[in-house]
């Protein structure tokens, strides 16, 4: 259990109490998950008392239900929040001196407040890094969530797919995935669905439009679903038509090896530069490395932007445990775009992705049989 794992650390150091209000840490540590926009969300973590968590009051009932080991304590909008917070932690009776905050989430205004009302406290100590660090190694329940995120990302390919038509615009596939996807229980997406036709794809970021399709076009869908507050993200690029053109293939077959190569090498020890490195030298020695602009992936969890990344320069050894993407593409503007992108984490030898769409450039007819 985080929480319990979080109060033993703050036993060993001189922390007091430690204030999270960053909704993905809230959720880490009390299974609570909630978007309260620009209102105070909080969970107060003591030494010797009953953790507190803190929601607006038309989250009560909810935080209630969820949060099992918290005490809930709300607040209205018409009251000053800090007031009913700072009361509510000095009823604790719990040393108050120590205080350790998220350095990286909160705001000097939160901050000031916390101040005002604790004001011979320090707040020297930072949880940040060790939160980020905690939930680089995700559980057996945070990866069956993201496995069940997987499946639903898949499903999406599948759906894309088979929307595929000469004439039909990326927008319209786009709004096809989502309304089969929510019609059948995913609520939401993990990030802007991208469809992209043929060099539109040479953006790494493009938006999707009002292009029409043609026959013999790749088609780059990188999407994503959300499964209990985790995420998915998965990138095939699809030959639309019977037979890609020697240039196709050639770039396709590339970035495809890059993929494989680097998903192959994954194993506990290696370091997110060298998994890097892997895929990024196929590519270079194949003549295309300035095309390939991107880092080679990066952390999922919560979100699709977490740690580890796994880019040059970075000498985190990878661990049995942590979630992260492989995907390489090459872009070359005006004429094609290709990325092959799986996420997945390191097991005991190797890596298990969270999706399954076959790969290879045939895999759009396999989709659509
Ligand atoms: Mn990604
Ligand atoms: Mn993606």
């Known amino acids: 259990m985080p929480l319990n794992s979080i109060i033993n650390l703050m036993k060993n150091q001189d922390v007091d109490i430690i204030f999270l209000n960053d909704p993905k840490n809230v959720f880490y540590v009390s299974s609570y998950r909630s978007d309260p926009h620009e209102r105070i969300l909080a969970a107060v973590l003591f030494k010797d008392a009953k953790p507190l968590l803190f929601v607006p009051a038309l989250e009560e009932n909810d935080a209630r239900k969820t949060a099992e080991e918290f005490e809930v304590v709300s607040y209205m909008d018409t009251q000053d929040p800090w007031t009913v917070l700072a009361t509510s932690i000095k009823a604790r009776h719990s040393p108050l001196s120590d205080w350790s905050i998220e ?13 005002k009302h604790f004001p011979t406290a320090t707040f020297d100590h930072n949880i940040s890094a060790t939160l980020q660090e905690m939930r680089l ?3 057996e329940q945070e990866l069956a969530f993201m496995k069940e995120a997987g499946y639903w990302a898949d499903e999406a390919l599948k759906i894309g797919a088979k929307t595929l038509r000469e004439g039909i615009t990326e927008l319209e596939v786009v709004a096809e995935i989502e309304y089969q996807l929510k019609r059948r229980g995913v609520a939401e997406m993990s990030f802007t669905t991208m469809v992209l036709f043929g060099e539109n794809a040479a953006s790494p970021h493009g938006v999707p439009g009002d292009t029409k399709l043609k026959k013999n076009q790749f088609v780059l869908f990188d999407l994503g679903t959300m499964h209990e507050g985790y995420a998915s993200d998965v990138t095939r690029t699809f030959f639309f038509g019977e037979e890609p053109s020697a240039h196709q293939k ?16 994954v194993h506990p020890g290696i370091k997110a530069g060298e998994l890097d490195a892997v895929a990024r030298t196929i590519i270079t020695e194949a003549g295309y490395g300035r095309y390939f602009n991107h880092r080679l ?18 000498e985190m050894a990878l661990t049995e445990g942590m979630c992260f993407s492989i995907e390489p593409g090459i872009y070359i503007e005006g004429d094609i775009g290709v990325r092959v992108e799986d996420c997945g984490f390191v097991t005991a030898d190797g890596f298990e992705s969270f999706t399954h769409t076959p790969t290879d450039i045939g895999a759009y007819l396999k989709l659509i049989d």
């Open 137 to 139: 190694i995700k559980n």
């Open 297 to 314: 992936g990066h952390g999922l969890g919560q979100g699709v932007h977490e740690f580890p990344s796994i880019m040059e320069g970075n």
């Open 103 to 115: 350095k990286d989430f909160l705001t000097v205004e939160r901050m000031e407040a916390l101040r």
């Open 250 to 265: 050639k770039i396709y077959d590339l970035v495809l090896a890059a993929h494989d190569e680097a998903m192959a090498a």
